[in-house]
């Protein structure tokens, strides 16, 4: 069918219309939520920024993957370098420094996110696979500069979410099990290391948090409360659209950005949750399936890796926000409200949609 | 291309390696998001109603609204008690920046000093931050003018509306209504926690405590939709709060007045009663107090002052005042010796001045150097012949005088509706053995007689009593509050009306005959019947009892009783006083009783004949 349509159209236009029809389905959805969270003022502005976001999407689907091989090692280059000008000139923010102003703010873990997926596709697109151990650590170096750097800003959310993006390049290549089980015990007898002489007060405090709720209810730990109660209190049909009172009453805390999860789930109930987490895996299960089809390395790398990391977002929001994982700011991808994130998400889902639109080229 | 490859790639095995792991892929996405899914299932189904609970507890805050205290009015209509609409001034210590500045620049404002800012300061220190502080419970208007218009600048403070228990009469009624003060600790223990979540005054003392479930009425409740900031939204039910009940006494005001300014100088208590139904139409304590300063918390001074003084103002005289009896019982003991037949009407007997127990040595003294000479009941009774009563105890014995009084209440509670009320002591054999463990002697009959020894009384038994003695054996239950039906039992069905008018002649002759000892008081319009006593001060020798020397200091002075009621032959009041350090029941007890009831009965005379004057 989706061979018909292909034919179907100019041959220089390529859509994947099973992506783009979930996609516009995803932020529909979305947009209804955020209308009851924010009001129509936030739905405007992020109407506009997912129609900047299409268009990306599209723009990026066009291009030949090879193109995108040629310059990742530069982009790479340019993102450690950016990241690096953050710490030393960097806007700062709600004790973070994330931004850089260059005409606009701008973020570039933002950038990074995308960056790093396709340094490794790249790097392992001229290695023998599966990767021997010096090219583990190469790698492996490579993605903890930004990783590092990201994390220093500091950025917990986005540098786990970088460092994930990696992992799955290194997963998908076929690091071997050995190595991914003695990657997670070294991680796991590293963190409580890594608490005592890294993290800053305020990641300790999110972590504590998370680890025990109940401890201080009006302080830090007032999000994930008020987020299970809507949560909870939604029950299993919802209270209706626009009828939850803990987002309507402001007692849950960002409910368009970070939080809009609890209001979906507050109003639309367990129904509504199964149903946007369906239309996440059909994305995620259609990206995956693009990857699979690619017969370059490099295209299967990235493809895969990018939605790997999409999935990776919507498991760690929906962790974070019942309670299951710490609150580490990770946005619910094209729902949550923010323009950075959606630019971003759909810059990959259009290179995950090029690596589609390009697969009989390169066979050729 | 530039990394120089010692092994050639395989596309192969790289394809089947990339399968298989998109293969694992699709396995952890599934598990991941069926974990996602289990922990909305545990959170909206398992867990669904403690956090819809928790959700309805975010968005409905409840507040109660209190209800406004009832009214107390005398037995015509007249307020005593109400409750008047005033400001106080108050804080919220969080929303304070600079305590210590800002008070300093209320100080001026609305009259403050060092030693108040102090006090507030350390009462910060143990208040949680959200809950108001009080800086001044009743502001003036001058006071209130001057801060509404600086209130910008006091962020945190504000000057709240309320209703304060105002009591028109201070001194004279304090002890009837009591007051009501802030609640605290022990009241919050006490009181019924739903009740009064939005009450911040309860009973202490008096009727304001006796009555506080009927004066304090029904809370309402305010039930309204609220956000996180504690802005309320909407209101969804109002349950408007019901007022307490007023409350009417039986006192008469002016009647209380005129008993409280009749004891002078004095301290002491003043009853008056109307026997028929049992209402009190009068009941001082002097000296009184002012309830008002007691509404919210009066000062360290003031309360030292009251609490030091050796007048005892907070001393409820009338319900915990004990005294002897002393003369005042001889009527009730005449009325004995006729009921046991120790006596007829007709019997008559000889003082010589003294009365000896057979084989003791001890003389019992009449009041009279040399006696009263022959003498009959109703002498008895008007001249006050201790011997007569002497010789007629010892005749009756202590039992028979104890099983005889105590049909009169004597040594009971009179059950009045104010709380903390003294029980008296009919003294009895039992009593003396299970209390002292001797046996009881015939000289302690012998002043039991004319009401000493052992004897206590409360005034409000010695009105319970005199009221059936007026009643001729009616006893109804005394009371403070009006009432539709009112508590009597006859007693004695079996004391001959003879007997009973002769000792009500006897009483009559207290005051009409011409030797009758309290004859001063004595009116042209209506007969009153009396009986004089006095109360023994201990501290005393034995032989200054009757010295009648009036330089005795006034704190060992003897107490002066009088008991009475008029008319007599159809009694309508019946008053009791009790003259502290007054010395003569007569002298000084019955002209009081005089006053009282010549307001009284000329009040109502007025009531019943308009057009007479």
């Known amino acids: ?364 | 291309m530039n990394h120089g490859n010692k092994q050639i790639k395989n596309a192969q095995i790289e394809t089947r390696i990339f399968n298989n792991r998109i293969f694992y892929s699709v396995i952890i996405v599934l598990i991941a998001i069926s974990i996602i899914i289990f922990r909305f299932f545990y959170l909206q189904v398992i867990q669904h109603e403690t956090l819809l609970f928790n959700s309805e507890k975010n968005r409905i805050k409840t507040t109660s609204l209190p209800p406004a205290r009832g009214f107390i009015y005398d037995r015509n209509g007249k307020l005593l008690v109400d409750n008047l609409p005033t400001y106080r001034l108050q804080f919220i210590p969080e929303k304070v920046l600079d305590l210590k500045t800002k008070l300093d620049e209320l100080k001026p404002l609305v009259k403050l000093d060092d030693n108040d800012i102090e006090t507030l300061l350390l009462q910060v220190e143990n208040n949680p931050a959200f809950k108001p502080i009080i800086v001044k419970p009743k502001l003036t208007e001058t006071e209130l003018s001057s801060f509404i218009v600086r209130k910008h600048t006091f962020s945190g403070f504000d000057a709240i509306p309320y209703l304060i228990r105002h009591y028109k009469y201070t001194n004279i009624l304090a002890h009837i209504v009591g007051y009501v003060g802030r609640i605290n600790d022990a009241d919050n223990k006490r009181l019924d926690k739903n009740r009064y979540m939005g009450t911040e005054y309860t009973g202490k003392r008096g009727l304001e405590k006796y009555h506080e479930k009927s004066l304090h009425g029904q809370p309402g409740t305010l039930i309204v939709e609220s956000n996180a900031q504690g802005r309320v939204l909407e209101s969804i039910e109002q349950i408007s709060p019901v007022s307490g009940n007023d409350i009417t006494l039986t006192i008469d005001i002016d009647l209380q007045k005129t008993a409280y300014q009749a004891l002078g100088e004095l301290t002491g208590s003043v009853i008056a009663i109307d026997p028929k139904n049992g209402e009190i139409l009068a009941m001082v304590s002097k000296p009184g107090f002012d309830p008002n300063d007691f509404v919210n918390g009066i000062s360290q001074v003031k309360y030292s002052s009251l609490i030091n003084s050796i007048e005892k103002p907070l001393f409820n005289r009338s319900i915990k005042g004990g005294y002897e009896p002393g003369s005042t019982i001889k009527p009730y003991i005449a009325l004995a010796g006729l009921y046991n037949n120790v006596i007829g009407i007709n019997y008559k007997m000889f003082s010589k001045g003294y009365f000896q127990l057979p084989n003791k040595d001890r003389k019992y003294h009449d009041w009279k150097e040399g006696g009263h000479g022959n003498i009959n009941i109703t002498q008895s009774l008007a001249q006050s012949v201790n011997t007569f009563y002497y010789d007629l105890a010892i005749k009756l014995g202590i039992d028979r005088i104890h099983d005889f009084l105590i049909h009169f209440k004597f040594g009971e509670l009179s059950n009045i509706e104010i709380l903390g009320e003294m029980r008296g002591l009919l003294p009895s054999r039992k009593w003396k053995k299970d209390k002292k463990g001797t046996i009881w002697y015939p000289g302690e009959t012998v002043i039991t007689g004319i009401g000493q020894g052992y004897f206590v009384n409360t005034p409000i038994q010695l009105a319970t009593s005199l009221s059936i003695l007026a009643n001729k054996g009616l006893f109804v239950q005394p009371h403070l509050i009006k009432k539709d039906e009112i508590i009597e039992k006859q007693i004695f069905l079996d004391i001959e009306e003879q007997y009973w008018s002769t000792i009500h002649q006897g009483m009559i002759d207290v005051v009409h005959s011409a030797k009758g000892s309290a004859r001063t008081i004595r009116n042209p319009n209506y007969l009153i019947a009396g009986k004089s006593g006095t109360s023994q001060v201990y501290g005393k020798k034995e032989e200054d009892v009757y010295n009648k020397n009036i330089e005795t200091p006034k704190h060992l002075r003897n107490h002066a009783l009088f008991i009475s009621f008029a008319p007599a032959n159809d009694p309508k009041i019946a008053v009791v006083v009790v003259a502290e350090h007054g010395s003569s029941g007569s002298g000084t007890a019955a002209p009081i009783a005089g006053i009282v009831i010549e307001k009284y009965l000329s009040d109502i005379l007025k009531m019943n004949q308009p057009g007479k004057k």
């Open chain 1, 1 to 364: 069918m989706i061979q018909s349509q292909h034919n179907f159209h100019n041959k220089r236009h390529y859509v994947d219309w099973w992506l783009l029809s979930l996609i516009v389905l995803l932020m529909c959805y979305g947009l209804l939520v955020l209308y009851s969270a924010g009001g129509w003022v936030l739905v405007k502005q992020q109407m506009i920024r997912m129609a900047l976001g299409i268009v990306a999407m599209l723009f990026l689907a066009q291009l030949k993957p090879e193109k995108l091989s040629g310059i990742a090692p530069w982009l790479y280059i340019i993102t450690v370098m950016l990241l690096i000008a953050v710490l030393i000139f960097g806007y700062e923010s709600k004790g973070a420094q994330r931004w850089l102003k260059i005409g606009i703010r701008f973020q570039p873990s933002e950038l990074a996110k995308l960056t790093i997926p396709l340094v490794l596709a790249w790097f392992y697109r001229y290695r023998v696979l599966p990767p021997d151990f010096k090219s583990i650590l190469i790698s492996i170096v490579m993605l903890l500069v930004p990783v590092v750097l990201i994390y220093k800003q500091p950025d917990l959310g986005t540098s786990i979410m970088v460092g994930v993006s990696g992992i799955f390049v290194l997963f998908l290549a076929g690091l071997s099990w050995k190595y991914i089980v003695s990657g997670i015990a070294t991680v796991a007898t590293a963190a409580p290391i890594l608490w005592h002489y890294s993290l800053s007060a305020y990641q300790k405090r999110r972590v504590m948090t998370f680890l025990n709720p109940e401890n201080d209810s009006l302080g830090s730990s007032w999000n994930i409360i008020q987020s299970k109660i809507a949560i909870g209190s939604g029950g299993l049909f919802g209270k209706g659209w626009q009828n939850g009172s803990q987002t309507q009453l402001d007692f849950l805390p960002e409910h368009s950005t970070d939080f809009i999860l609890s209001v979906l789930a507050e109003e639309f109930g367990l129904i509504g949750v199964v149903i946007l987490l369906l239309i996440y895996l059909a994305i995620i299960f259609r990206g995956l399936y693009i990857a699979f089809q690619a017969k370059d390395t490099f295209n299967r790398l990235f493809a895969g890796a990018l939605t790997l990391t999409f999935f990776v977002y919507v498991f760690i929001n929906a962790g974070m926000i019942s309670g299951l994982l710490p609150v580490v700011g990770v946005p619910l991808p094209l729902v949550s409200y923010g323009g950075t994130s959606i630019l971003t998400i759909m810059a990959s889902l259009g290179m995950i949609m090029s690596v589609y639109n390009h697969r009989k080229l390169l066979k050729s």
